[in-house]
């Protein structure tokens, strides 16, 4: 079996700050780990992936997600908040058990403040 | 095509009635998923279809969820006896292959269902 558990529903931060959003993971296999990206009215859009290669993962627009095993966390961070990042965020995690499915967490809703 | 896609973008139903999702994958993609989000919650899987091997149906919530996919092109998706909490925006993601996590999924924008 497989899980996400992303750890804030909502997370506010004021332009030019760091972004921090937590997420940890659960799977019997080696995982495969993904954050996506949720804006209003607009389909998902996959920010990075981590697919057992290095465990320090950078995507698009600056974000990059660090994959701990010991922690069994994979918390996706940015130096610098932008006002255009303000969308939901869901941690995802797949392995062989659900066909490579991808099992979504609840989501994590980013407010940037000016 | 250019992305996958999906029809009709939105559908509203009466309790009872019978409903079909269409969804386009992309050219190529042998690995093709349905996903229901509920307001205000993440991706729920419901099934899964690789190549022509027999689908992985054990998300789908209930026998009113059936799906079908014609070889590697379109799939749809057929709520019978609608209910309301079938309410959600139903997602399709394709794929290169399920055999791997490495491929990334393509998500389609949707179509909201609502049942009234």
């Known amino acids: 079996a497989q899980s996400v558990t992303q750890l804030d529903s909502h997370v506010s931060v004021s332009e030019g700050t760091p972004v921090l959003l937590r997420c940890n993971y659960s799977?019997?296999?080696?995982?495969?780990l993904f954050w996506y990206v949720q804006h209003p009215n607009k389909g998902l859009q996959l920010l990075l992936k981590y697919t057992s290669a290095a465990t320090l993962v950078k995507g698009i627009n600056g974000f990059e997600a660090e994959f701990k095993k010991s922690e069994t966390s994979f918390h996706l961070t940015k130096p610098s908040a932008h006002m255009s990042d303000a969308a939901e965020y869901f941690c995802?995690?797949?392995?062989?058990?659900?066909?490579?499915?991808?099992?979504f967490g609840k989501g994590t809703s980013l407010l940037v403040t000016p | 095509g250019a992305g996958v896609s999906q029809s009709p973008s939105n559908k509203v139903t009466e309790k009872g009635k019978d409903v079909e999702l269409r969804c386009d994958p992309i050219?190529?993609?042998?690995?093709l998923y349905w996903y229901r989000q509920r307001l205000g919650q993440g991706l729920e899987f419901l099934i899964y279809?690789?190549?022509?091997?027999?689908?992985?149906k054990s998300g789908l919530p209930s026998d009113r969820f059936s799906a079908e996919r014609t070889g590697e092109s379109v799939s749809t998706l057929t709520i019978q006896r609608t209910q309301q909490e079938d309410s959600a925006v139903y997602l399709c993601a394709s794929s290169f292959s399920g055999t791997s996590g490495i491929h990334e999924q393509f998500f389609g924008p949707g179509t909201r269902l609502t049942v009234l």
């Open positions: 995802v995690v797949s392995d062989p058990s659900s066909g490579y499915a991808l099992n």
């Open positions: 279809f690789q190549g022509n091997s027999a689908p992985d």
């Open positions: 050219s190529g993609h042998t690995a």
């Open positions: 799977s019997s296999y080696s995982p495969s």
